[in-house]
C-alpha cells in the first residue's frame, strides 16, 4: 500500500498568512494526487485534483502543486473560511489512501 | 444538484451485520463510480471500497481492512449504493460516507454525503 504522510499535522496561523502543507507519498503516485477539506461535523470537499487542477468554484487562493512523491498545497492568503483540516489522497492505486490530515488552527 | 444521502448507521454488537444505504439524486447515477469512505471518530479519512460502473463490469476494489467481510454493491435502477458489513469489529465504529467519483477529475470523489455513524458495541 501506498503512505501518505502530511506535515505539519497542525498549524497555527492567522487570516491573511500564506499557508503551505506537504503530503509525500511512499512511492511515485505520478500526479494522481487531491486536496480535500473538511470541517468538523461536515464532509470533505474536493479543492485540488491531479495535483495541481483547481476544482471549479473554489478560491483562487488555493493552488497545489508536485508530483511523484512530493506534493503541496498552499493557501496564498488565509482566510476566515479556511480554517479546517486538510487532507491528501493518492488515486493512483488500490487501495486509495489518505494522508492523515493537517488542521489549520487560529 | 447532486445529493448523496446515507442511512443505515446504528449501534451493533462485535460480529453483527448492517447495511448501509446511499440514494443519490441530481445526477445520471448509472455513469459514475461510487466510494465508501469512513473517518473513525476524531481521526482522519480511511477509503473503504469502490463499485465501477456498468460499462467496467461493476467490478469492486477493497481496503485490506475490510475485504472478506464487507460487500459494496449498486442497485442503478434505485439510484442506491449499499455497503453490507459483516463480522463487524470494534474498529469498523466510523461515520461512513458515500462518495461519487467524479468524471473529470481521473479517479477521485467530487461530491460526499453527510454521513451515517456505526457504532460497535457490546
Known amino acids: 500500500d501506498i503512505q501518505m504522510t502530511q506535515s505539519p499535522s497542525t498549524l497555527s496561523a492567522s487570516v491573511g498568512d500564506r499557508v503551505t502543507i506537504t503530503c509525500r507519498a511512499s512511492q511515485s503516485v505520478s500526479s494522481w494526487l487531491a486536496w480535500f477539506q473538511q470541517k468538523p461535523g461536515k464532509a470533505p470537499k474536493l479543492l485540488i485534483y491531479?495535483?495541481?487542477g483547481l476544482v471549479s468554484g473554489v478560491p483562487s487562493r488555493f493552488s497545489g502543486s508536485g508530483s511523484g512523491t512530493e506534493f503541496t498545497l498552499i493557501i496564498g492568503s488565509l482566510q476566515p473560511d479556511d480554517f479546517a483540516t486538510y487532507y491528501c489522497q493518492q488515486y493512483d492505486s488500490y487501495p486509495l489512501t489518505f494522508g492523515g490530515g493537517t488542521k489549520v488552527e487560529i | 444538484e447532486v445529493q448523496l444521502v446515507e442511512s443505515g448507521g446504528d449501534l451493533v454488537q462485535p460480529g453483527g451485520s448492517l447495511r448501509l444505504s446511499c440514494a443519490a439524486s441530481g445526477f445520471t447515477f448509472s455513469d459514475h463510480h461510487m466510494d465508501w469512505v469512513r473517518q473513525a471518530p476524531g481521526k482522519g479519512l480511511e477509503w473503504v471500497a469502490r463499485?465501477?460502473?456498468?460499462?467496467?463490469?461493476?467490478?469492486?476494489e477493497y481496503a485490506a481492512s475490510v475485504k472478506g467481510r464487507f460487500t459494496i454493491s449498486r442497485d442503478d435502477s434505485k439510484n442506491s449504493l449499499y455497503l453490507q458489513m459483516n463480522s463487524l469489529k470494534t474498529e469498523d465504529t466510523a461515520v461512513y460516507f458515500c462518495?461519487?467519483?467524479?468524471?473529470?477529475?481521473?479517479?477521485?470523489?467530487?461530491?460526499w454525503g453527510q454521513g451515517t455513524l456505526v457504532t460497535v458495541s457490546s
Open positions: 463499485t465501477r460502473d456498468r460499462l467496467n463490469s461493476y467490478t469492486t
Open positions: 491531479k495535483a495541481s
Open positions: 462518495s461519487r467519483v467524479g468524471k473529470d477529475y481521473g479517479g477521485t470523489t467530487d461530491y
